[in-house]
């Protein structure tokens, strides 16, 4: 009996895994790094999007564990380190604005509003208004003059004292950004944060995806850092 309810379970744990990928058309995938260490191991569908059950390692063997849906995280993801909320889970949701989609952890509210002519998100952390990000999109035209990193250096200087403390380019789930990080904090407030900026250029919708992660300078930096680029790198363009 023992034999019997183990296999219904194995059975029943593939048909899981199968039906993540939308068909049987789905290729396995793995890597290992040079010490022979498992780094990933999943499933990728016909169309190269990545589905079905994931597990990641790094070279401490810290897991990271559970299942895509058509490239995007699906449901309650397991990781060996706690994570930004204190616990060992996520459970991730899949959220869209109107010219793309990302993952978004279900403990995060979503804001969206529009400002002089300019389309902003806010996706706010229930538990604690000092990890939040913001999608703002840029329209192409009104920027032509300007010189996009100085722009956002100056902009950002309105609303705080920030330090640039690195800048580099970057690629995106194959879309050029430039990546700003400042150390940043409010006029006549000690207290410093980071805050990490994300140019994103579309071709695809001739706009800028400006997206933005502000986290306090403490112990849990780490932990908010990881999360915003679970979100940040789950982008995909409709």
Known sequence: MRLMNKFYWILLFNICILSSCGDTHYTEVEKYYKSGLLEYRGNIDKNGYRCGFWIYQDTLRNKIKG??????????????????????????????????KFNLPDDFEIKEYSHEGMDFIQAEYKDSIELNLNFIILDK??????????????ETKKNAEVRVLEEKNITVNDLNALRIIYEYSLFNNEAKAYFDQYLINSLKNDCYYLVSCYYPKEKESADYHRIFSEILFSIQEK
Do not use: A
């Not at 895509?68 to 899949?94: A, E, M, Q, R």
């Not at 035209?141 to 100056?154: G, H, P, Q, S, V």
């Open 141 to 154: 035209k009104d920027l032509e003059t300007k010189n996009m990193r100085e722009f956002l250096i100056e």
């Open 67 to 100: 299942n895509y849906v058509d490239g995007f995280k699906k449901g309650v993801w397991t990781y060996d380190k706690k994570v930004y909320n204190g616990k060992n889970s996520v459970f991730w949701n899949i959220d869209e604005t109107k010219l793309f």
